[in-house]
């Protein structure tokens, strides 16, 4: 089965930068499409950003546009998201999630994903 792990998560002040990885068991096959998906205390889960690992084809949530940037390293089965100018709003728990059928025009709905990480936790500050 597909195993994700994800890192990189910490405490920041507004205006500040962190980069979570999402270390990947199997990258092709079950996982074609792999997401950054985030939930807040008592709050239900958004999705963040989309990478389509065959061709390298990204989506954002509107939200983060211009500020978040996701990539992967093949060669590493790593995915990556960059995370720039964050804002309070951001914090969160942040979660990897991997899926078959690379969705990219509703990505964002978490039941197209069958794997998931169990979480790194990114706090902004003001």
């Known amino acids: 089965q597909v195993q994700l792990v994800e890192s990189g998560g910490g405490s920041v002040q507004g205006g500040g930068s962190l980069r979570l990885s999402c270390a990947v068991s199997?990258?092709?096959?079950?996982?074609?499409?792999m997401a950054w998906f985030r939930q807040a205390p008592g709050k239900q889960r958004e999705g963040v950003a989309v990478?389509?690992?065959?061709?390298?084809?990204?989506a954002y949530a509107d939200s983060v546009k211009g500020r978040f940037t996701i990539s992967q390293d093949n060669a590493k089965n790593t995915v990556y998201l960059q995370m720039n100018s964050l804002k309070p709003e951001d914090t969160a728990t942040y979660f990897c999630?991997?899926?078959?059928?690379?969705?990219?025009?509703?990505?964002?709905?978490?039941?197209?994903?069958?794997?998931w990480g169990r979480g790194t936790q990114v706090t902004v500050s003001s």
């Open positions: 999630a991997a899926g078959s059928q690379c969705p990219l025009s509703s990505w964002y709905r978490p039941v197209f994903y069958r794997y």
């Open positions: 199997r990258y092709t096959g079950s996982s074609n499409c």
């Open positions: 990478i389509g690992t065959a061709t390298g084809v990204t």
